[in-house]
């Protein structure tokens, strides 16, 4: 018998079908005796239709207001799966974030979960109940309803995962596992049995979706058992995240493709090539609140330089309109700027002892005539800057170049 946090997302709840072959799925688990608590997402294309109604109501909406809003997607689908594990004989009671009190911080639409009671959910699974909890929300100290991201939920299942010491925790998607690269953009890809941890996180991070960011974050500190597994089969072992590189893995130099259509870049042109001007340009950015990721400051010449650096296609215009009013403070003599990029990263640990990834990278796009605006790198991946329209192709190439559609 064991403790089992299972997340469903948003097609696995996208209708009253879905929703109920969720449900079978949980009875067979309590059938076995098992513990469960389910997290679940709302209907898939609930959020972003929330999103759009907030945005017909105020263009840039209030964040405390928008998370009100935001958040019902989720309340809707725990109270419909209580209801179809009840008409199937299960026991099972849902709970809001707030009714569970999943205490977040303040941020709204980025909130970060500080705490989670467990009192309510422990005497439910006492009671032989299944436990049904909305993902993607949460409450702050003063009671304002909040938002985890885009993606929430995910880590919401893991956060419960790690507060209750379950056994397991399983994401359940509409993939069966997570893959080399996404498999909507290249069929050939192949599911990964077994993912480090440190290279799920590197591919969250650069834009795998599959899983979000602080869901992986969170497993690894509290070393969570997490696995990825499709709830349109009923069978399969998906992916597990792992903590220990395999002999298997070792093989593998590069795991996975990942990509990113959600970035812009910019570039301030002729700034005076002295101490802290890296600092002039991105402070006022960072103090607005925009990430910046890739970040490349060229070789000085005449005592100017040329800086660029992505931040978050969304944020794309806010950070322009702030670099432009404090261009004639930094002395730049031009800024611009392209919101019609990609980021494409080749990710794996076995690149720590392997060379010629790299060159193995910029060759296979050179061959193809796609030029690379920007290059980053750590010790188990390689990020390159494209133009969007080339997205699809340089993973598509990228994905044979490294041999990711055979078989290990
Ligand atoms: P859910 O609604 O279940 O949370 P998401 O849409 O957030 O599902 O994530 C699953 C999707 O992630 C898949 O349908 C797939 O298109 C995408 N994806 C991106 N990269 C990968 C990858 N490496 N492996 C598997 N799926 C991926
Ligand atoms: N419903 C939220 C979203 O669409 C959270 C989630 O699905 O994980 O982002
Ligand atoms: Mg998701």
């Not at 956060?159 to 994401?171: G, N, P, R, S």
């Not at 590197?202 to 599959?210: D, F, P």
């Given at each position: 018998?064991?403790l089992i946090?299972?997340?469903y997302?948003?097609t696995?709840?996208?209708s009253p079908e879905?929703?109920?072959?969720?449900?079978?799925?949980?009875?067979?688990?309590?059938?076995?005796?098992?513990?469960?608590v389910?997290?679940?997402s709302?209907?898939?294309?609930?959020?972003?239709r929330?999103?759009?109604?907030a945005r017909?109501i105020?263009?840039?909406p209030d964040?405390?207001e928008?998370?009100?809003?935001?958040?019902?997607?989720?309340?809707?689908?725990?109270?419909?799966?209580?209801?179809?594990?009840?008409e199937?004989?299960?026991?099972?009671?849902?709970?809001?974030?707030?009714?569970?009190?999943?205490?977040?911080?303040?941020?709204?639409?980025?909130a970060?979960?500080?705490h989670?009671?467990?009192?309510?959910?422990?005497?439910?699974?006492?009671?032989?109940?299944v436990?049904?909890?909305?993902?993607?929300?949460?409450?702050?100290a003063?009671?304002?309803?909040t938002?985890?991201?885009?993606?929430?939920?995910?880590?919401?299942?893991?956060?419960?995962?790690?507060?209750?010491?379950?056994?397991?925790c399983?994401?359940y998607?509409?993939?069966?596992?997570?893959?080399?690269?996404?498999?909507?953009?290249?069929?050939?890809?192949?599911?990964l049995?077994t993912?480090?941890?440190?290279?799920?996180?590197?591919?969250?991070?650069?834009?795998s979706?599959v899983l979000?960011?602080?869901?992986?974050?969170?497993a690894?500190?509290?070393?969570?058992?997490?696995?990825?597994?499709?709830s349109?089969q009923?069978?399969?072992?998906?992916t597990?995240?792992?903590?220990?590189e395999?002999?298997?893995?070792?093989?593998?130099?590069?795991s996975?493709?990942?990509?990113?259509r959600?970035?812009?870049?910019?570039?301030?042109?002729g700034?005076?090539?002295?101490?802290?001007?890296?600092y002039?340009?991105?402070?006022?950015?960072?103090d607005?609140?925009?990430?910046?990721d890739?970040?490349?400051?060229?070789v000085?010449q005449?005592?100017?330089?040329d800086?660029?650096f992505?931040?978050?296609?969304?944020?794309?215009?806010?950070?322009l309109?702030i670099?432009?009013?404090v261009?004639?403070?930094?002395?730049?003599?031009?800024?611009?700027?392209?919101?019609?990029?990609c980021?494409?990263s080749v990710?794996?640990?076995?690149?720590?002892?392997h060379?010629g990834?790299?060159?193995?990278?910029f060759r296979?796009?050179?061959?193809e005539?796609?030029?690379?605006?920007m290059?980053?790198?750590?010790?188990?991946?390689?990020?390159?800057?494209?133009?969007?329209k080339?997205?699809?192709l340089?993973?598509r190439?990228?994905h044979k170049a490294?041999?990711?559609?055979?078989?290990?």
């Amino acid at each position: 018998m064991a403790l089992i946090v299972q997340k469903y997302g948003g097609t696995s709840m996208g209708s009253p079908e879905r929703i109920r072959s969720v449900a079978k799925r949980v009875a067979r688990y309590r059938a076995q005796g098992h513990d469960i608590v389910v997290v679940v997402s709302a209907m898939s294309g609930e959020t972003n239709r929330l999103i759009a109604l907030a945005r017909e109501i105020q263009a840039q909406p209030d964040p405390r207001e928008l998370d009100v809003v935001i958040s019902t997607g989720e309340q809707i689908t725990i109270g419909l799966l209580a209801m179809a594990l009840k008409e199937i004989g299960v026991d099972a009671r849902s709970y809001t974030g707030t009714q569970v009190k999943i205490l977040t911080d303040t941020a709204h639409t980025k909130a970060r979960i500080q705490h989670i009671d467990e009192t309510a959910m422990r005497a439910d699974l006492a009671a032989g109940r299944v436990v049904v909890v909305a993902g993607f929300q949460g409450v702050d100290a003063d009671g304002n309803i909040t938002t985890l991201g885009r993606g929430g939920s995910d880590t919401t299942g893991v956060a419960l995962a790690a507060a209750l010491k379950a056994d397991e925790c399983q994401i359940y998607t509409d993939v069966d596992g997570v893959y080399t690269t996404d498999p909507r953009v290249v069929p050939e890809a192949r599911r990964l049995k077994t993912v480090t941890f440190e290279e799920m996180l590197e591919m969250a991070s650069l834009g795998s979706k599959v899983l979000q960011i602080r869901s992986v974050e969170f497993a690894g500190k509290y070393k969570v058992k997490l696995r990825v597994l499709s709830s349109f089969q009923e069978e399969g072992d998906g992916t597990l995240i792992t903590f220990e590189e395999d002999e298997a893995m070792e093989k593998a130099i590069i795991s996975g493709i990942a990509f990113n259509r959600d970035e812009a870049r910019i570039n301030v042109i002729g700034v005076p090539d002295k101490p802290g001007i890296a600092y002039q340009i991105l402070g006022p950015v960072a103090d607005a609140n925009v990430d910046v990721d890739v970040i490349i400051q060229n070789v000085g010449q005449d005592g100017h330089t040329d800086f660029s650096f992505t931040v978050p296609r969304g944020d794309y215009q806010r950070a322009l309109g702030i670099l432009e009013s404090v261009q004639s403070h930094i002395g730049a003599k031009s800024i611009s700027g392209n919101d019609k990029i990609c980021k494409v990263s080749v990710v794996g640990v076995g690149m720590r002892s392997h060379v010629g990834i790299a060159s193995t990278m910029f060759r296979t796009l050179a061959e193809e005539g796609i030029n690379i605006q920007m290059i980053s790198t750590s010790e188990i991946k390689i990020s390159v800057v494209l133009d969007e329209k080339y997205l699809e192709l340089a993973v598509r190439v990228l994905h044979k170049a490294f041999g990711l559609d055979q078989e290990i």
